[in-house]
């Protein structure tokens, strides 16, 4: 505890001794100053500032003690406790008015003492802290925000602060004569409607003696000649169980109301906009569906007309490929025909599948796949194009890869063509890898598929924007529509995973890919393995000791009619045909075929409606009807199936497709012939570039300049040129040229010259 001091005013020197040494023995701290008159009182008070002044009444001098002690609590705010041998009532009535906090009688013991010492000290602790309190109340009466006011058991008001003031417009002393009961307070209800003053917050406080809180009222403000809107609460006080005045707090809300009427204007004008916005947004709904629907036919119908030509044109020459008489010019002619449409239905293919895409029509397939053979069937598959530029080709298989899976085969095969397939475009030497890996999963299997080129590589700049549609990072000269990277990223992120480059210029490109797979079940992989042997000979035709198969075809396109009957009759099947649904249905009843293959567009009656139509004749359910498409979109495959198909093929199709269809639903055996293995690594057959420099230089700048024009016809026409002067060398060219790998031929030139 601090020690405190005590002033002792006392003119005998022997008794004011007396008392310090008293005051040392309780702990209290005297001052070493003589204290005998009242004007030394005041003194010593202001410089030392004790805390308790002791003072004898009657005190030698002009001043006495009682005047000293009235100044002393005047002006520094010190309890005194008066000393005095004299116990007068006059003298006590006189000491009353100096507000002393004890009395002390000499002569007087240690306890006396001591007992009034304390409780002088408590008495004013008391009433600092009470004065404190009522400071910091005054304070937070005059300073708060909110109007306060304080009424007595007649309603009028007692107590105002300054924000009631100003708040209802009136002064404390205007307010003073007012009740809440007073008409001229002018207030309303929100409707509008007099609020009657009895209902006033204050008043059912008071009545009742329960609180009321917030109670929302407008009451008129002389002051700004104005209503202002006012939250009010109001709380009875009690003394001794009886109430004795309410108290009553409110606050200005009319900015406030303001605030909300406006908020419910634009409440109101919000609702009209939304309803007037809704309007148009579904005729803008109605717009988007009726165009999409116009894209979607649109798009039916380009395929269709795209890919039945192109069925025929791939089917002929593919059949054509197979006759053992043709010369070596005409097996050429053949070539180019066959590749430059597989190269039609690539950009075709892109086309769609970006439009798909963009509007979000692409349906991922899980179906079970044995994915080395679709890895080997790739790399086969690119396996010329990769010899003809002199490249070499490689296929890296991690030996713990599955080799059966669960994913969409068709997308994977899709993307690994289009990364195969721009490697090699890009690379003039050197090679191309594909390596297929897994990661290290514990639940399911992810794979790691990397394409790595020795290409020209890609600048940082470009990394990111090559997967966006129709940005291209090639060379001058290179063909394409720029589609294929982003196709690719669409169908690995709908697949569920991620791809990226890396790359450095001049040193090559590797595209890497992480893609999540299902394991495939123990039934499935018995299935796939069985497939999978019999997909590794090609079809010469039915074994012996079969049922004579009949075959209907329906097939409004006359060459496609003709494609399918010929790869049929060829390989022993009995075949009929039909121009329309309609003529299908009567060739069914007059000729009973085991399978149908059914086109799905077609005039008089499309093969949906003919399908429906047969499968309720007689041996209509037992026939196999399988249609024939050039339609991409994958949610039409419902409809179809729906209206009793029983498998679905795409055009242009592969005959290896058509037989497997076969097998599959009338349980055929197939005499085959096995495929010859195939080697990954290319025969190095590039560019005679010494050939290339020996050519004039006019026609050396002219193929150039044609080269980079990407002008077919002035490019062809100089080949031809080449090819008089040099025959092996124009035979080089024209392979490049008819696989439109025109960067190839710019960079022999460059490097020849």
Not at 10 to 39: H, M, Q
């Amino acid at each position: 505890m601090e020690e405190k001091t005590i002033l002792v005013v006392e003119d005998e020197f022997i008794v004011a001794a007396d008392i310090k040494v008293r005051l040392a023995r309780f702990g209290y701290r005297t001052t070493n100053d003589s204290c005998a008159t009242g004007e030394q009182a005041l003194e010593l008070s202001e410089r030392l500032r004790p805390d308790l002044v002791m003072m004898d009444i009657h005190l030698a001098g002009e001043m006495d003690g009682i005047t000293a002690a009235r100044e002393v609590r005047r002006r520094f705010r010190i309890p005194v406790v008066f000393l005095t041998a004299y116990s007068e009532d006059g003298t006590l009535q006189r000491a009353k008015s100096a507000e002393p906090f004890g009395y002390i009688l000499k002569p007087f013991d240690d306890r006396e003492l001591r007992v009034v010492i304390e409780m002088a000290f408590y008495k004013h602790q008391s009433e600092e802290a009470l004065r404190r309190s009522e400071e910091s109340y005054r304070m937070l009466f005059e300073t708060v925000p909110q109007g306060v006011v304080y009424q007595n058991l007649d309603g009028y008001i007692t107590a105002a602060n300054p924000a009631a003031e100003r708040i209802l417009g009136l002064t404390l002393e205007q307010m003073r004569d007012r009740t809440s009961l007073d008409p001229r307070w002018h207030t309303l209800h929100e409707d509008g409607s007099v609020f009657p003053g009895d209902r006033h917050p204050s008043m059912v406080a008071f009545e009742t003696g329960q609180p009321v809180r917030n109670v929302v009222m407008g009451v008129f403000n002389p002051a700004l000649e104005q209503y202002v809107w006012i939250d009010v609460s109001a709380v009875p006080l009690f003394r001794d169980g009886k109430r004795v005045e309410v108290y009553t707090c409110f606050e200005d809300i009319t900015e406030r109301k303001r605030a909300e009427s406006e908020l419910n204007r634009y409440h109101l004008h919000l609702e009209e906009l939304v309803a007037t916005r809704t309007a148009e947004l579904a005729a803008a709904l109605d717009a988007a569906e009726a165009a999409n629907r116009a894209k979607s036919l649109f798009l039916a119908n380009m395929s269709h007309e795209l890919r039945t030509p192109l069925n025929a044109i791939l089917g002929f020459s593919a059949l054509m490929q197979q006759d053992s008489g043709l010369t070596g010019r005409d097996r050429e002619h053949l070539d180019i025909i066959n590749r430059s449409g597989a190269h039609l239905l690539g950009l075709i293919n892109d086309i769609l599948d970006i439009a798909k895409i963009e509007a979000g029509r692409v349906q991922m397939e899980r179906a079970p796949f044995d994915l080395g053979a679709l890895f080997r069937e790739v790399t086969d598959l690119m396996h010329g194009r990769a010899t003809e530029k002199g490249l070499q080709l490689l296929l890296e298989c991690a030996p713990e890869a599955p080799r059966f899976v669960r994913g969409d085969a068709t997308k994977l095969r899709q993307v690994l063509v289009n990364l195969l397939g721009n490697a090699i475009k890009f690379t003039v030497k050197g090679g191309v890898t594909l390596r297929l890996g897994v990661g290290p999963e514990t639940v399911g299997t992810r794979l790691l598929i990397e394409v790595e080129d020795s290409g020209p590589g890609i600048a940082p700049e470009d990394q990111t924007r090559i997967f966006e549609p129709f940005v291209q990072a090639s060379p001058a000269g290179q063909q394409g529509t720029g589609l294929g990277l982003a196709i690719t990223r669409q169908f690995v992120e709908l697949m569920g995973g991620r791809i990226g480059v890396t790359s450095q210029l001049g040193r090559g490109s590797c595209f890497w890919i992480d893609l999540p797979m299902e394991p495939v079940e123990p039934a499935a992989v018995a299935e796939l393995e069985a497939l999978g042997d019999q997909g590794e000979h090609e079809v010469l035709g039915l074994e012996p000791g079969q049922p004579n198969w009949r075959i209907l075809i329906v097939e409004d396109q006359p060459e496609n009619n003709l494609l399918l009957s010929r790869l049929l009759e060829d390989a022993g099947f009995q075949v009929c045909t039909a121009a329309n649904g309609l003529e299908g249905i009567d060739r069914f009843q007059q000729w009973r075929p085991h399978f149908i293959w059914m086109d799905r567009r077609m005039p008089v009656m499309d093969g949906l409606e003919a399908t429906r139509r047969i499968r309720a004749l007689p041996g209509g359910e037992a026939v196999k009807i399988v249609v024939l498409t050039a339609s991409v979109f994958a949610e039409q495959r419902g409809e179809m199936l729906a209206a009793g198909m029983d498998d679905i093929l795409h055009k242009p199709f592969q005959p290896r497709e058509i037989f497997a269809c076969l097998g599959r639903h009338l349980d055929l055996r197939y005499l085959r012939r096995e495929r010859a293995a195939t080697c990954v690594a290319a025969v190095e057959q590039t560019l005679d570039r010494a050939a290339l420099a020996a050519l004039p230089d006019e026609l050396r700048r002219a193929l150039a300049d044609a080269v980079v024009a990407l002008g077919i016809e002035r490019i062809d026409a100089l080949i031809e040129q080449i090819g008089k002067r040099d025959a092996a060398l124009g035979q080089a060219l024209r392979r490049r040229a008819d696989n439109f790998d025109f960067g190839s031929i710019e960079e022999a030139l460059r490097s020849g010259v």
